[in-house]
């Protein structure tokens, strides 16, 4: 089965299981096992997915600056035109962003954030995570005044 889109999120999170999900998710088609295991390390606490305006997140534009060779850019690239390509013909999954203290990260999703950056869609469904009950509160307020909830 494949967990990677907006419907099946949102299918989760209206039985209060988006931590299933994003499990499911990261450990099948969105092939990011390292960060499932991440987050199960500690207590985390999740609010989505919500569509919010990406723009207003602050996050670095085009390839994350950890990617430092040529090779591994023009890959990064590469995927970003094509999910660019496939943008009317995919139900894409949220992007899960981290935030902590006024600042968000995201987790996975940095080539989806870059294509929607592309083609300047800033309205895009986003799954959150905090460590501490004070962001999560934070995020509660902040995404019900700022963002559209869809699950």
């Not at 987050?39 to 430092?68: C, H, N, Q, W």
Request: a negative charge; one cysteine or more.
């Amino acid at each position: 089965m494949l967990y990677g889109s907006t419907k099946c999120a949102i299918e989760y999170s209206q039985r209060s299981a988006i931590d299933e999900w994003i499990q499911l998710f990261l450990r099948n088609d969105g092939d990011n096992v390292a960060l499932a295991d991440g987050l199960l390390e500690k207590k985390r606490y999740y609010i989505g997915p919500v569509v919010m305006d990406i723009s207003e997140f602050g996050i670095e534009e085009g390839a994350p600056s950890y990617l430092t060779k040529e090779n591994d850019i023009a890959w990064f690239f590469h995927v970003v035109d094509k999910m660019k390509i496939a943008y009317g013909d995919w139900d894409f999954p949220p992007l899960i962003v981290f935030y902590s203290a006024g600042k968000y990260e995201i987790a996975d999703g940095r080539h989806r954030n870059e294509a929607f950056r592309q083609m300047n869609i800033k309205q895009v469904p986003v799954i959150f995570w905090t460590d501490t009950e004070e962001d999560f509160r934070y995020m509660i307020e902040h995404t019900s005044s700022m963002g559209m909830n869809l699950g």
